[in-house]
């Protein structure tokens, strides 16, 4: 086989690897004293939300984090609380602010699903469905029809992704169709990143001369994955929903979720979600973990029905 086909199956390769005591007496009852008026909902949420981008300015690294995960949890509500912060001294807190202005976890609009995980937990996510209406309609569509429900995440592999939503368990099922990726692969930068570049940057042994230089889509493209310019897409990085696959547009009703940063997966994968809340569970995630259920939270005022592509 040509050197050069060997380096690109390699290069695939690699996005594969990558939980006697005494009776008590009443005692004499002496008058109440007066009893604060316990805080509005409202009250308490306005008080997180300023304690929260208050710590985006910390020195500490890990509190600023922290923070921001907890703003990106409250989602549009923290918008106007956040925004004088972009005008401030701190540039941590300023740079914050813009990611979390910027994500779709602050777009009211944008649906929302929760897993409940069997034995307690929950995984909350935002779906983009700007970004890949399509494949967010397919996973709302499976939702309401109870497909996930029961299900597990069959496939965990530590420090790189869980894998769920096909029914045999086995990651060779799903519902008996495909839909089409959604992918902008100029959006994701891959059209300027060289097959070298991306192994320099994985650590993995130089590419062949024939395609060192070759731009990341141009490899896929040879694939056979085709790509969009009238959508955004995300890269694939920690905490991101997307769609599992075995090749271009052959995605059904597996997906994953990732526990670190994944380049090497970026224009091969419809990301579709980011995770705001319930992180910890999938960090923590054991094979075999069962999905009790999964249910849509909010949609918009529309019918989700997904483009199939083909019944099998």
Known sequence: MPTRFVWILTLCALAALRLGAEEPKPETPKPEAPKPEAPKPADDLSVRIKALAKDLASERADVRAKAEQG?????????????????GENKDAAAAVRRLLESPAFDPTNPRVRITLAGGGTIEIVLLEDMAPNTVANFIELTEKHYYDGLTFHR??????????????????????AIADEIN???LGIDKVTAKELTEKMGGKPPPPSVADLSLKAIYEKQGFKYRTDIRSLKVTRGVLAMANYGPNTGASQFFITHIDCPWLD?????FGIVTKGMEFVDEMRPKQK????????????????KKLEEK
Do not use: C, W
């Not at 923290?78 to 912060?85: F, Q, S, V, W, Y």
């Not at 224009?267 to 990301?271: E, I, R």
């Not at 999905?291 to 997904?306: G, I, N, P, Q």
């Open 71 to 87: 703003l990106l949890e409250i989602g549009a509500p923290a918008a106007e609380d956040l925004k004088p912060l972009l005008q």
């Open 156 to 177: 965990i592999v530590e420090n790189f992704m869980v894998q769920g939503g096909d029914p045999t368990g086995t990651g060779k099922g799903g519902p008996g169709y």
């Open 185 to 187: 692969a100029d959006d």
């Open 267 to 271: 224009g091969k994968h419809t990301v």
């Open 291 to 306: 999905m009790e259920r999964v249910d849509v939270l909010s949609k918009r005022d529309h019918k989700y029905k997904a």
